[in-house]
Nanobody, 122 residues
Framework: QVQLVESGGGLVQAGGSLRLSCAASGRTFSSYAMGWFRQAPGKEREFVAAISWSGGSTYYADSVKGRFTISRDNAKNTVYLQMNSLKPEDTAVYYC???????????????WGQGTQVTVSS
């Protein structure tokens, strides 16, 4: 019903920046809350950031607060994750997520993207 495709991942040096994008298709994008999760090798998928359907509310994991910014452009059916001051511990596959309700936990996610790799070198 909803397809999510991430892009923008890659290799960056510590302290650098990347901007991830998630393009949505299918059901009306603006009807869904959106978020980003990440999963490092050998670890569980963890919450990174979320944004409400209206864009009026945002939420961040403590580990990224002040460094990452989530935003959405409903006219373009796209959600973004601007990542600044990247650290090696940010290395993971980043997944875009959509849900009927605010996606601050994986259990609340209704749709997942395929993921995009972010690697931060020291």
């Amino acid at each position: 019903q909803v397809q999510l495709v991430e892009s923008g991942g890659g290799l960056v040096q510590a302290g650098g920046s990347l901007r991830l994008s998630c393009a949505a298709s299918g059901r009306t994008f603006s009807s869904y809350a959106m978020g980003w999760f990440r999963q490092a090798p050998g670890k569980e998928r963890e919450f990174v950031a979320a944004i409400s359907w209206s864009g009026g509310s945002t939420y961040y994991a403590d580990s990224v607060k002040g460094r990452f910014t989530i935003s959405r452009d409903n006219a373009k059916n796209t959600v973004y994750l601007q990542m600044n001051s990247l650290k090696p511990e940010d290395t993971a596959v980043y997944y875009c997520a959509a849900g009927v309700y605010t996606v601050v936990a994986a259990t609340r996610v209704d749709y997942w993207g395929q993921g995009t790799q972010v690697t931060v070198s020291s």
